[in-house]
């Protein structure tokens, strides 16, 4: 959970799972919109995280790690595996699972992760095309307009609560380019992630943050969503680039108050004032002075500061962006090459390094002591070490503790698991998915089928 502002009596947070607030109940679409939910039910999916907590008064040599578990929601944006959430949701997750509407239970790794924007892209690997989103085009929304939150709120996947856009072009704080839609669907902790639905079935907006009353988390009926324009640029650049890579100038810039404009003669507030002038930029100080009021970008008026940093860093680097400007009394017209922020570089540098370490690591869990195994992906390392065959599938055994169940069952190392119950596994995280559904089936005994010195064989494992 995060803080983005606060207020005397409110306090704004990300939607993370947190405690059950009763639903007070807002304003909901008319009519009867069951078969489009039931359409657009099988686009979203639910995601579970586990997090490791220090769990003490202190980090110290006497504090132990804990397993954390966090919810959130996201949604199909690419049927070969591709879901879209918020950046929050994945955050410092050490495992990260994903529920489909049909139940299946698939592990994913971290694809890419934005340093601008809170969004995310994660990566299954389902057996057969998984049911995509549609886009629609938030640039139409109007306030008054009925949409449709579909997430996991407290838990409770597959949920769907109704309202209107009560608000456009919000700007919560949370970075350059806020531009949020406002809603009074109900969307409560949980719901970060998913998407926001118009009548047409389209996704309009992805469901990041809600407004609440201090000491509590529930919905009160402001909640807010990233446009669904911005949500496609910023996927769009991190299937492309791996970061965002907005646009950037070099300046630094102010909005123009009624006082501001006077000073300057500007016949009206607007546009934004240069307060600085990048030193790495030289060629910038040949254009711009200290004092420059613009007004205008590639054509359009520039309102404010959000509104320029978003003119600029939707336009692609290496353009040159005509720049029209208010000084001395007069328009001057000016062209300015756009092109990468330094900044943005080292931040999406890495970001990038988090995603590697995250795949890197995803195969390289060890489970609580409970149930004592310590097992790896196959590597041509393991298997050269164990003698391995060539075509072996499945999970190796790197070491068991001998007084878990695991070692009473007679798990050596160099063991391979290679199904668990029915279900075949190719990989550690897709193995601990496996043994959490069968444990949330209520499934007394787990049963493994292991590859070993003798051969194949069953064990069956205790699941408690």
């Not at 999916?45 to 006497?62: C, E, F, L, Q």
């Not at 009624?258 to 030193?279: F, K, N, Y």
């Not at 390094?353 to 890197?360: E, F, P, T, W």
Request: net charge neutral.
């Amino acid at each position: 959970m995060h803080r983005i502002f606060a207020r005397a009596r409110k306090l704004l947070t990300a939607l993370m799972l947190a405690v059950v607030i009763p639903n007070t109940g807002f304003a909901a679409i008319s009519g009867d919109y069951s078969d489009l939910v039931a359409s657009l039910l099988p686009s979203v999916v639910n995601i579970s995280t586990i997090r490791t907590d220090t769990v003490g008064k202190d980090a110290g040599p006497s504090a132990s790690l804990g397993r954390r578990k966090s919810l959130g929601s996201g949604f199909i944006i690419d049927p070969n595996g591709v879901i879209a959430t918020n950046r929050h949701v994945i955050e410092g997750a050490l495992e990260i699972t994903i529920t489909l509407h049909d139940g299946r239970i698939l592990g994913a790794s971290l694809i890419a992760v934005a340093s601008g924007a809170d969004l995310a892209l994660l990566r299954v690997y389902p057996d057969s095309p998984l049911p995509a989103v549609k886009w629609g085009n938030s640039d139409k929304l109007r306030q008054g307009t009925p949409v449709i939150a579909i997430g996991n709120p407290l838990g409770y996947g597959s949920s769907v609560t109704a309202g209107i856009v009560s608000a456009l072009e919000r700007d919560i704080k949370s970075s350059l380019y806020d531009d949020y839609i406002q809603t009074d669907a109900s969307i409560n902790q949980g719901n970060s992630g998913g998407p926001l639905f118009n009548l047409a079935g389209e996704v309009i907006g992805v469901n990041t943050a809600i407004l609440t009353a201090t000491g509590s988390s529930g919905s009160i009926g402001i909640g807010f969503s990233l446009p669904a324009n911005d949500a496609q640029f910023v996927i769009d650049r991190l299937r492309q680039f791996g970061r965002i890579r907005p646009g950037w100038i070099g300046l630094t810039t102010q909005g123009v108050t009624p006082s501001l404009a006077e000073a300057v003669r500007l016949p009206r507030p607007g546009g934004v004032m240069v307060t600085s002038i990048r030193d790495d930029r030289p060629g910038l100080k040949t254009s711009f002075q200290l004092g420059d009021v613009i007004v205008s970008v590639d054509g359009n008026d520039i309102k404010d500061v959000r509104g320029f940093n978003r003119a600029i860093g939707g336009t692609p680097v290496g353009d040159v962006v005509p720049i029209l400007i208010w000084r001395d009394g007069a328009r001057l017209a000016l062209k300015v090459m756009v092109e990468e922020n330094a900044d943005d570089v080292e931040q999406g540098a890495k970001l990038a390094a988090l995603v590697a370490a995250a795949s890197a690591s995803s195969d390289a869990y060890v489970e609580p002591p409970d149930m004592g195994l310590n097992l790896s992906a196959i590597t041509e390392e393991l298997r050269s070490r164990f003698s391995l065959p060539t075509d072996q599938r499945g999970v190796v055994v790197l070491s068991v503790d001998q007084n878990s169940k695991a070692g009473e069952q007679g798990l050596l190392p160099g063991d391979v698991i290679v199904r668990v119950g029915k279900q075949s596994v190719s990989s550690v995280r897709e193995f601990w998915v496996r043994i959490d559904e069968a444990r949330r089936g209520r499934t007394t005994k787990l049963l493994l089928l292991v590859h070993g010195a003798g051969g194949e064989r069953w064990v069956a494992l205790p699941s408690a």
